[in-house]
């Protein structure tokens, strides 16, 4: 079992496909140190092994250290998924003291202009490139996460050359996932049919050329899918999500679907909600599903796919998700994909609203870090 544990939603980037709601929880919402060193202590005692530690960007947290401290000491494999530019080798050789033992890097593209562009940072690029130094250096294990849409896909190759020469173990080359601020900005990234079939293309070759040196995850685009992946391995199966403030969601974009019920980690505890919350109980196992999902051979592979795109596409949480052929709305999905990607990409919506982008506008402001 894994924890999510967004520690807040503050973030000195502004990525467009960030997968935050749209109304982020602000700092003074978020749950203090000890109470997040309890959630961490009742994880470990409900069966969690793996933590991640994420946001926004968890490094804001001046309490991070403590954090991980105390994930260590209650057995927790703990990974920092982490943008990079917050932090400098003093800070994470006291997180490795700590406890720390993995890190996620997320990358914006290797052409530095185009990833501050996207990121709306100036600068960052060139700060994860020597975090990756960095963490070789401490020596904890590196996986970078890049993200990729119709405005970074043409240099996948150079993304997987990045990620052998900074000495990751991991790649996952992720096609952005429509949810949140990248539902709002889907037009700007949804790729094209040709550069996603190449981007399969390019991905096998590397895995077979790179095998021993480089793992590459590949999360395909579900637009274009032909089945739907099984969302967060099946709806409260093996991920718990708690937000800044302590609710806990089955899937961290579990809030844009209405009528869920999310308990919070400040007023009951973590086994009671996992096992008897409302909003896991909604969607877990087969129970709740329609046709065509209830009698289908495939209900316990992908777990009838992803309720939240369900509801933003079908306007039903409990219906085949759309990227599955079976759904009476994959057709349109396809359109609608193809439709975007076909017309010149909107400026970003940035998740911090500022003055608009237009693609290829050069190197914005940056953007004021926030302190916790
Ligand atoms: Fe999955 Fe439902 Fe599609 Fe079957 S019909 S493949 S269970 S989404
Ligand atoms: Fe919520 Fe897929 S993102 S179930």
């Known amino acids: 079992m894994g924890l999510l544990a967004e520690l807040t939603h503050r973030c000195p980037l502004q990525c467009p496909y960030c997968s ?20 961490l202590r009742q994880a470990a005692r ?27 000491e209650a057995g927790l494999y703990t990974n920092l998924i982490t943008a990079g530019v917050l932090l400098n080798r003093s800070r994470l050789e006291e997180l490795a003291v700590r406890g720390l033992e993995h890190v996620q890097l997320s990358i914006q593209d290797v052409d530095p202009v185009n990833a501050d562009r996207i990121a709306h940072y100036d600068g960052a690029h060139r700060k994860k490139r020597e975090l990756c130094g960095l963490v070789r250096e401490i020596g904890l294990a590196l996986t970078i996460n890049a993200p990729v849409h119709r405005q970074n896909l043409d240099r996948l190759d150079g993304i997987i050359d990045f990620a052998v020469e900074m000495g990751a173990g991991r790649l996952e080359v992720a096609h952005v996932q429509y949810y949140g601020w990248a539902l709002a900005n889907r037009a700007a990234l949804m790729p094209t049919r040709a550069q996603v079939m190449r981007s399969m293309q390019i991905v096998q070759q590397a895995r077979e050329r790179l095998r021993g040196i480089l793992v590459i995850d590949f999360v395909v685009p579900d637009y274009y899918a032909t089945w739907p992946k099984p969302c967060m391995g099946g709806w409260g199966r093996g991920i718990i999500n708690v937000t800044p403030s302590g609710k806990v969601l089955p899937c961290h974009a579990a809030e844009t679907i209405p009528g869920l019920i999310f308990d919070n980690v400040r007023d009951k505890p973590l086994a009671e909600i996992w096992l008897h919350g409302q909003a896991f109980e909604k969607f877990r196992g087969t129970e709740w ?9 495939r209900r316990e592979i992908d777990w009838g796919g992803c309720r939240c795109q369900a509801f933003a596409i079908a ?58």
């Open 20 to 39: 935050n709601p749209l109304g982020l929880e602000g700092a003074g919402t978020e749950l203090d140190t000890g109470t997040w060193q309890d959630v």
């Open 46 to 72: 409900l069966g969690v092994l793996q933590l991640h530690l994420s946001g926004g960007e968890p490094t804001v947290r001046r309490d991070l250290e403590d954090i991980v401290a105390t994930a260590a």
């Open 315 to 372: 306007g039903n949480a409990a219906a085949a998700d759309p990227a599955c052929v079976k759904s009476s709305r994959h057709e349109e999905l396809v359109a609608l994909a193809e439709r975007e990607a076909s017309r010149p990409p909107p400026a970003f919506s940035y998740r911090r609203p500022r003055k608009p982008t237009s693609p290829g506008a050069g190197t914005p402001d940056k953007a004021p870090a926030e302190g916790p």
């Open 289 to 297: 599903m329609i046709e065509p999902c209830r009698s289908c051979e």
